[in-house]
């Protein structure tokens, strides 16, 4: 007699069904954007909440809790742990570069480079490469007179150190974590050479920078050395 074959020399019927498992029902709890780790860019995703229940030959019977929340990729339909929605979205990643590299510039030029043209070419330089395509110097000195007439806590011209580091803080802070150690480097080198545009690091503007270094969590001796770096011309 064949193996798996009956006395009657018929096959067996294959088991289609297991008597007892458990079974997840997905319902839909809101949809968004977020980055695919599977597809390698910006994707739209369904955020799912899962049901348990216990099946007795395929019929879904008593409830053994809940699953999730995760995350299904609408392009890939790949599923992840709801925490991959604490990464950035690569468009959110550079709105937020783009504005934190701004930032960081007109608090440089507010410390007293804003007098200077250099210094202005240089700042508006490294903001049009961050994505402001159109900045220009003179509307960098714009904002930089515009901030100056609105900040009532300014004194004998010098802008208040408390406000500048509560402003940069509130830039970089949330950015910081998303950066490679070069990205936050690089953030700090080019405010260091608006600064040396017109000339040696004054206090306020070394103090300025840094609290740069402080908001991209970068070590003192690190911020000291780059600082340092800045000065001699490679």
Same mark, same amino acid.
């Given at each position: 007699?064949?193996?798996? +074959?009956?006395?009657?020399?018929?096959?067996?019927?294959?088991?289609?069904?297991?008597?007892?498992?458990?079974?997840?029902?997905?319902?839909?709890?809101?949809?968004?954007?977020?980055?695919?780790?599977?597809?390698?860019? &910006?994707?739209? $995703?369904?955020?799912?909440?899962?049901?348990?229940?216990?099946?007795?030959?395929?019929?879904?019977?008593?409830? #053994?809790?809940?699953?999730?929340?995760?995350?299904?990729?609408?392009?890939?339909?790949?599923? $992840?742990? *709801?925490?991959?929605?604490?990464?950035?979205?690569?468009?959110?990643?550079?709105?937020?570069?783009? =504005?934190?590299?701004?930032?960081?510039?007109?608090?440089?030029?507010?410390?007293?480079?804003?007098? +200077?043209?250099?210094?202005?070419?240089?700042?508006?330089?490294?903001?049009?490469?961050?994505?402001? &395509?159109?900045?220009?110097?003179?509307?960098? *000195?714009?904002?930089?007179?515009?901030?100056? &007439?609105?900040?009532?806590? #300014?004194?004998?011209?010098?802008?208040?150190?408390?406000?500048?580091?509560?402003?940069?803080?509130?830039?970089?802070?949330?950015?910081?974590?998303?950066?490679?150690?070069?990205?936050?480097?690089?953030?700090?080198?080019?405010?260091? #050479?608006?600064?040396?545009? &017109?000339?040696? $690091?004054?206090?306020?503007?070394?103090?300025?920078?840094?609290?740069?270094?402080?908001?991209?969590?970068?070590? =003192?001796?690190?911020?000291?050395?780059?600082?340092?770096?800045?000065?001699?011309?490679?």
């Amino acid at each position: 007699m064949l193996p798996g +074959s009956g006395r009657d020399g018929g096959r067996r019927p294959a088991r289609a069904l297991r008597m007892v498992g458990l079974r997840t029902s997905w319902t839909d709890a809101g949809e968004g954007e977020f980055f695919c780790p599977g597809c390698g860019g &910006d994707r739209n $995703y369904r955020r799912l909440h899962g049901q348990v229940r216990l099946t007795v030959l395929g019929v879904p019977l008593a409830g #053994r809790g809940q699953t999730g929340p995760v995350v299904e990729c609408s392009s890939c339909a790949a599923r $992840y742990g *709801a925490e991959v929605l604490d990464h950035l979205t690569t468009a959110r990643f550079s709105t937020m570069l783009r =504005d934190a590299v701004r930032t960081v510039a007109l608090a440089v030029l507010a410390t007293g480079g804003a007098g +200077s043209r250099t210094a202005l070419e240089t700042a508006a330089e490294g903001v049009r490469a961050a994505g402001f &395509d159109d900045c220009t110097a003179d509307e960098l *000195a714009l904002l930089v007179r515009v901030v100056d &007439d609105e900040d009532a806590s #300014r004194s004998l011209g010098r802008p208040c150190e408390a406000a500048i580091a509560l402003e940069l803080h509130e830039a970089l802070g949330p950015l910081a974590p998303h950066l490679a150690p070069l990205g936050r480097e690089s953030i700090l080198l080019q405010a260091a #050479r608006v600064a040396l545009a &017109d000339g040696p $690091y004054r206090p306020v503007e070394r103090a300025a920078l840094t609290t740069v270094g402080a908001a991209l969590a970068l070590p =003192d001796a690190d911020v000291s050395r780059l600082l340092e770096s800045a000065r001699t011309p490679s």
